[in-house]
């Protein structure tokens, strides 16, 4: 059974940094493309960022392009978001995905709360 | 970057009825479009990718069409646990994906 579980998230002061974590379980991970979506309070998903397979390509939305890291640890099923220089707009729940190529993101994560706020 | 948009962005509707909703996208995505379904508090869930293409152990009553730029998610017979909000996503490119801004299905 495909699982993802999101860890890492809470309560963060504007300028301050957080990394979340995202265990896969029940399929070959080095094999997939991963994603991380959000979702703001109120607000509709808004896609994130993506990872090649190997990590050797990362893709961002402009909103988070130089203070997001997507990275990604295939000998231990892990996917990573590290976030810097966070402010109150990246108050969102944040949800890990599994990308297929035919389908796009299949298998989802429950989501993880990120709140920032002083 | 390429735009998605939904219409209607709320939709009121009793069960057994057929709703549809409609997506469009900024430039020609071809098919690779998917449709969502998401509850408060839960992962949204995989309806429909490849515009028509029902993901496996999605109720038949869920059927996708279109291509290019227009695309519907129709709901045959609206049942109980339908009443959600339905996002379509694009992925024609894994440099950007974008989310339509949803439709809430509430009960009329």
């Known amino acids: 059974e495909v699982q993802l579980v999101e860890s890492g998230g809470g309560l963060v002061q504007p300028g301050g940094s957080l990394r979340l974590s995202c265990a896969a379980s029940?399929?070959?991970?080095?094999?997939?493309?991963m994603t991380w979506v959000r979702q703001a309070p109120g607000k509709g998903l808004e896609w994130v960022a993506n990872?090649?397979?190997?990590?050797?390509?990362?893709y961002y939305v402009e909103s988070v392009k130089g203070r997001f890291t997507i990275s990604r640890d295939n000998a231990n099923n892990s996917l990573f978001l590290q976030m810097t220089y966070l402010g109150v707009d990246d108050t969102a729940i944040y949800y890990c995905?599994?990308?297929?190529?035919?389908?796009?993101?299949?298998?989802w994560g429950q989501g993880i709360p990120v709140t920032v706020s002083s | 970057d390429i735009q998605m948009t939904q219409s209607p962005s709320t939709l009121s509707a009793s069960v057994g009825d057929r709703v549809t909703i409609t997506c469009r996208a900024s430039?020609?995505?071809?098919?690779?479009l998917a449709w969502y379904q998401h509850k408060p508090g839960k992962a949204p869930k995989l309806l429909i990718y490849?515009?028509?293409s029902l993901q496996s152990g999605v109720p038949s009553r869920f059927s996708g069409s279109g291509s290019g730029t227009e695309f519907t998610l129709t709901i045959g017979c609206l049942q109980p646990d339908d009443f959600a909000t339905y996002y379509c996503?694009?992925?024609?490119?894994?440099?950007?994906?974008?989310f339509g801004p949803g439709t809430k299905v509430e009960i009329k």
């Open positions: 490849k515009a028509s």
């Open positions: 990872i090649k397979e190997d990590g050797n390509e990362k």
């Open positions: 029940g399929f070959m991970f080095s094999t997939y493309w």
């Open positions: 430039q020609t995505i071809s098919g690779w």
């Open positions: 995905a599994r990308v297929v190529a035919a389908a796009g993101p299949d298998y």
């Open positions: 996503q694009q992925y024609s490119t894994y440099s950007l994906f974008t």
